[in-house]
Nanobody, 115 residues
C-alpha cells in the first residue's frame, strides 16, 4: 500500500516562497506521471502542476504558470513543488498523487499566504 507524505508548507507573506516535498513509501514513483493538487476551504480539489515520469515534461494550471515549478527525483522517490511569488489565493492544503489521482491521498501540507 503506497503512502504519500507531503511536507514543507507553512505561513508566508505574499511574494514569498516555499518548497514542498512529497515522498512515497511502499511503491516507486518510477513510471508514473505525478502531480500536485490543492484544496482551499469550501472548494474542490484542483490540479496545480504535473510532471511526466522522466521529468522531461511539465505542465501547470494557468493560475500558477510562471510562479511554480514541479520537479522530481526518482532515485529518492520524491516530487517537489517550488512556489515563488506566492499570493493569498494560493492558500490551500497541497497534496501530491499520480497525475490521475490513482493512489490514496496523503494528509497534505498546509500553505497559508498572508497579504
Amino acid at each position: 500500500q503506497v503512502q504519500l507524505a507531503e511536507s514543507g508548507g507553512g505561513l508566508v507573506q505574499a511574494g514569498g516562497s516555499l518548497r514542498l516535498s512529497c515522498a512515497a513509501s511502499g511503491r516507486t514513483f518510477s513510471g508514473y506521471a505525478m502531480g500536485w493538487f490543492r484544496q482551499a476551504p469550501g472548494k474542490e480539489r484542483e490540479f496545480v502542476a504535473g510532471i511526466d515520469w522522466t521529468g522531461s515534461n511539465t505542465y501547470y494550471a494557468d493560475s500558477v504558470k510562471g510562479r511554480f515549478t514541479i520537479s522530481r527525483d526518482n532515485a529518492k522517490n520524491t516530487v517537489y513543488l517550488q512556489m515563488n511569488s506566492l499570493k493569498p489565493e494560493d492558500t490551500a492544503a497541497y497534496y501530491c498523487n499520480t497525475r490521475s489521482g490513482a493512489w490514496n491521498w496523503g494528509q497534505g501540507t498546509q500553505v497559508t499566504v498572508s497579504s
